[in-house]
């Protein structure tokens, strides 16, 4: 008898997005002539075009793989070296990251989820609230956890929940707290909240990750969206984190390569976790033996095209794609904060987090900015229960769909 990994059956099916769609759908279905006027704010993916520094040096790898004398097959699992020494130079310069500590991968999605295969069982996770929702689905599905309650909850799971009274930037446990976490995932800046921590606040997640043996999973996608230059855009920036953290990032939100896939993770080599025995094994060694089993590399011309975002060119455009989504951000923003509205994020991050008028439950709110504005937001209350009341405005867009965004807004609140 082939029996299954039960723990898939205690995923709460797939809720946000689908749910987002569903209502989408029979809103358009409900109402044709309205469909046309539908602005979508809610995925957060890119909508500008790839850099041309970056499709240049795709078109350029294309080439050399129709040549013998060039041709590549199979890369090394763990990322060119020339795209491995460009993101520590430019990215970890004076950081103390070696570029055999980065290895090269499709996405961070699939890092982040794929972590875990190097991680014991019985670990405690711990996880804002709201969240990523990748964290927590692939908790559940490699048997990190229990079932969900009825908020959606998972048993055995640490939340840390993110509000107002916090700036959506989670505290570190009490010395008192009757669970220590062993695995924290961190993301700064956030999504869905665009809350971004401090030196002091990533300080303080260092020093309890030292005094607990944890290890700090730190996503680090929207680095690139920082603007304020005392925020950290690193773990690494935090004296000790070498020993207690390793880092994603991903070209997707800052060279717009979600669609042609490429991220890496920094795995120090002094980052160790315990056998069942107690031995300290390094957490490099077993990523590297679990990367090159399960991963072939990423394609050659996609490592050309990311090591090109890194180029004077490359770095002159991605720099305006950020001006350009930063520049949505602020509008955002503002329109919000001059409906008298509660609103977070949209600074240092993509991400524009709102609290909903008049009491409204973030799905209220969705259904409300659909049926009246034709404007699709994300309800909060879908990255976790500590998101109910606010919603999440994404900057990713055209600035003429965000100029009419802010106009609708405030028609409709107004
Ligand atoms: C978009 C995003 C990523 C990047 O994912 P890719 O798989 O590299 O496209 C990682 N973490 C968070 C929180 C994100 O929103």
Redesign the pocket.
């Known amino acids: 008898m082939a029996t299954i990994n039960s723990n898939f059956l205690k995923l709460k099916a797939g809720y946000l997005f689908p749910e987002i769609a569903r209502r989408v759908k029979a809103y358009t279905e409900a109402n044709p002539d309205k469909a046309g006027r539908i602005i979508r704010c809610g995925i957060?993916d890119v909508t500008e075009p790839l850099p041309s520094a970056v499709r240049e040096a795709m078109h350029a790898a294309i080439d050399e793989q129709g040549d013998r004398a060039t041709f590549k097959g199979y890369g090394p699992e763990q990322g060119y070296e020339f795209l491995r020494q460009a993101i520590v130079d430019n990215q970890y310069a004076s950081l103390g990251i070696s570029a055999d500590e980065v290895f090269i991968s499709d996405?961070?999605?699939?890092d982040?989820g794929n972590i875990l295969d190097i991680f014991g069982k019985g670990n405690v996770i711990a996880i804002t609230d709201p969240v990523?929702p990748v964290y927590v689905d692939t908790n559940v599905m490699a048997g990190n956890t229990g079932d969900a309650d009825e908020k959606g909850a998972y048993a055995g799971l640490l939340y840390l929940e993110c509000n107002a009274a916090n700036g959506f930037v989670a505290e570190v446990p009490s010395e008192k707290a009757d669970k220590k976490a062993d695995l924290i995932y961190l993301?700064f800046p956030n999504?869905p909240t665009g809350a971004v921590a401090t030196r002091a606040q990533l300080e303080a997640w260092v020093a309890y990750a030292k005094a607990n043996d944890a290890i700090i999973l730190f996503?680090a996608?929207y680095e690139a969206f920082i603007q304020d230059p005392e925020i950290p855009r690193s773990i690494f920036e935090i004296e000790g984190a070498r020993d207690c953290a390793m880092e994603?990032r991903?070209f997707?939100?800052n060279g717009g390569f979600?669609g042609i896939r490429c991220?890496y993770v920094v795995i120090p080599k002094t980052l160790t976790g315990a056998s069942d025995t107690g031995e300290r094994i390094p957490l490099h060694q077993l990523w590297s033996r679990r990367h090159s089993t399960k991963f072939n590399g990423a394609s050659y011309p996609v490592q050309k095209g990311a090591a090109a975002v890194f180029s004077e060119e490359g770095k002159q455009q991605v720099a305006e794609l950020i001006e350009h989504y930063m520049g949505n951000a602020k509008l955002l923003r503002e329109a919000c904060l001059s409906l008298g509205l509660e609103v977070f994020g949209g600074i240092n991050a993509p991400y524009v987090w709102v609290g909903c008028p008049d009491g409204l439950t973030s799905w209220e709110m969705f259904d409300k900015m659909l049926g009246e504005a034709q404007v699709v937001i994300t309800p909060g209350s879908g990255f976790g229960s500590a998101g109910e009341g606010y919603f999440r405005i994404s900057a990713f867009n055209s600035r003429a769909n965000v100029l009419e965004v802010c106009e609708r807004l405030k028609t409709l609140i107004a």
């Not at 996405?107 to 699939?110: F, L």
């Open positions: 957060g996405g961070s999605k699939c982040t990523y993301c999504n996503d996608a994603f991903s997707s939100k979600t991220a």
